[in-house]
């Protein structure tokens, strides 16, 4: 069954906090062209995770409403 409106939610926070954290960690890695990169890398999988989540949120809250 699909996740209901709640649980996503729950998942896109955490998937939040983690893009927050990588963003720091970036930061951090400015002058490590290598380390920056791998954290990019890591970032742009969680974006993409982020955009998948956010799609199954929306027609979550559709079919509950």
Same mark, same amino acid.
Do not use: T
């Given at each position: 069954?699909?996740?209901?409106? @709640? ?21 951090? %890695?400015? %002058? ?12 742009? @999988? ?7 989540? @956010? @799609? %199954?949120?929306?027609? %979550? ?5």
């Amino acid at each position: 069954p699909p996740e209901d409106v @709640e649980a996503l939610g729950a998942r896109l926070a955490k998937l939040d906090d983690k893009i927050a954290s990588l963003h720091e960690s970036m930061a951090h %890695a400015a %002058a490590d062209h290598v380390r920056a990169g791998e954290l990019n890398a890591e970032l742009n @999988e969680m974006l993409s995770r982020k955009d998948s989540l @956010e @799609e %199954a949120w929306l027609a %979550a809250a559709e079919d509950s409403g």
